[in-house]
């Protein structure tokens, strides 16, 4: 019996994610949300991060529509932070990090190294500050319409079509590195953006930019290298001699590739539903970089879970289970389902598509909700030796998201489904209006 739209599955999903929103309660700080241990403590000597902030914000606010309690208090502090402390009033913008608590006049204290410009984190403001519109939360509107001069001023990049990666604080010198987690992050913002103020402009702007990542995989045999130049070429070698670095690893991140799956499938569902004509690279995309980030990574090293990064051959580089993997693989897996679910394809796909997600299921169940809360599990490498020390959970937007995602239909973006009233219905199909031709040029 398929798991999908099953009640009692449904039932485990809803109390994870009940689990997972209580869990999240230990991560407010005064200045915004702290970085989680394992344990479900804050690691106090880590400051407080822009992205972390605003992805219990993004969190939150989907809470409040749902009518959860005490979730409107969160996403309510998440919103504060982000306008109070993190916006830096003199130049625009917001911090990469700041200080914990804020200074004897009530102003933020941002962290030296740290308070340049990160599109990443920027991208996760926008994506806040969209679905705290749409649920209506006070202050909302403004941080969302700020956020889109601060994207239009400084982020989007019309010769290329691409987002840029970082500034410095005054948004004087921009770094000449491109980053891929910067477009991932942009593109799933934007799709928000759009369903938020129902301009389709946003739309535009993530299919050009998944159609460049597009280009980038088919040329690299389906995986997605993440270092580029300031003209969008492969730095294959960026970060060689630091292979583990956690910020910017070299290679390939696998959790990477099933986010784009995933996120290319909501464009794509978006634009069907729009009556827009939909580009046949989209699919393909999709299925060939999930299937080559699971055949790279997953069970690798005989050991169970996805290994974080691979070489540019597909071969295991850092074995740690990041935990964030599992999820965002689960959360593409069920984006494949329903769209070969809604198109009528083959009865094989959906049985591939359902049996990759028991699995991983089952992982998520045994290794990342191990115990009460959503702890940090790392398995011994094949030498029996850990390969890390856990980085934490940084926050819930991973967990929170994979138990939600197969309770929704693919589109519209989560929040607007939810307002919609599409939880537990999850059915999907694609608006019968007259399709027009594709707006962005591309077939």
């Known amino acids: 019996m ?9 039932r ?67 919103l504060k932070a982000l306008e109070t402390y993190f916006y830096d009033e003199e130049h625009g913008g917001w911090y990469e990090a700041i200080e914990a608590a804020p200074d004897d006049n009530g102003k933020a204290v941002p962290v030296k190294g740290h308070d340049g410009k990160q599109g990443f984190a920027t991208q996760c403001v926008l994506l806040a500050a969209a679905t705290a519109t749409i649920a209506n939360r006070p202050g909302a509107h403004e941080l969302l319409a700020k956020a889109i001069d601060d994207q239009e001023a400084h982020w989007w990049d019309p010769e290329f079509s691409m987002v840029h990666s970082a500034w410095d604080t005054a948004y004087s010198q921009r770094e000449a590195y491109n980053g891929l987690v910067a477009q991932l992050h942009a593109v799933e913002a934007y ?15 993530a299919v050009d930019i998944l159609h460049r990542v597009y280009q980038i995989a088919e040329a690299n045999h389906w995986r997605i290298p993440e270092h580029y130049d300031a003209q969008w070429e492969p730095i294959y070698d960026f970060n060689e001699d ?16 099933f986010e784009f799956a995933h996120l290319t499938l909501l464009a794509r569902a978006m634009l069907e539903d729009a009556g827009r004509e939909v580009p046949e690279w989209m699919l393909t995309m999709a299925t060939e970089i999930f299937d080559r980030a699971r055949v790279d990574a997953w069970n690798r090293d005989g050991l169970p879970g996805f290994c ?26 069920v984006a494949l389902f329903r769209t070969i679910q809604n198109t009528g394809g083959r009865s094989a796909d959906l049985e591939h598509y359902e049996h ?62 939810l307002s919609n009233g599409k939880l537990d219905k999850p059915t999907w199909r694609a608006s019968k209006k007259k399709k027009k031709k594709a707006w962005f040029g591309r077939q």
Request: hydrophobic share 35%; glycine share 8%.
């Open 2 to 10: 398929s798991w999908f739209d099953a009640k009692e599955h449904n």
């Open 12 to 78: 485990w999903l809803s109390h994870n994610m009940h689990t997972i929103l209580e869990y999240g309660h230990n991560a407010a700080i005064p200045t915004g949300f702290g970085y989680l241990r394992g344990d479900g403590t804050i690691d106090h000597n880590q400051p407080c991060w822009l992205y972390i902030t605003a992805r219990m914000t993004f969190v939150y606010s989907m809470g409040s529509i749902m009518g959860i309690p005490q979730c409107r208090k969160f996403a309510t502090h998440g």
């Open 191 to 205: 799709l928000s953006v759009s369903d938020a103020i129902h301009d389709q402009l946003w739309i535009d702007r």
């Open 242 to 257: 630091d292979k583990f670095n956690f910020e910017r690893p070299w290679g390939i991140t696998v959790g990477h590739a």
């Open 308 to 333: 974080y990064t691979t070489d540019y051959d597909g071969n295991p580089v850092d074995s740690r289970r990041e935990y964030w993997v599992p999820l965002q693989a689960v959360q593409a897996t």
């Open 356 to 417: 990759c997600y028991h699995s991983w299921m089952d992982y998520v169940a045994e290794y990342v909700f191990e115990r009460p809360g959503i702890s940090h599990y790392h398995p011994a490498s094949s030498s029996g030796v850990l390969p890390g020390e856990s980085h934490g959970h940084q926050g819930i937007y991973h967990a929170f998201q994979a138990m939600l995602a197969p309770r929704l239909p693919l589109s519209p973006t989560m929040a607007l489904a």
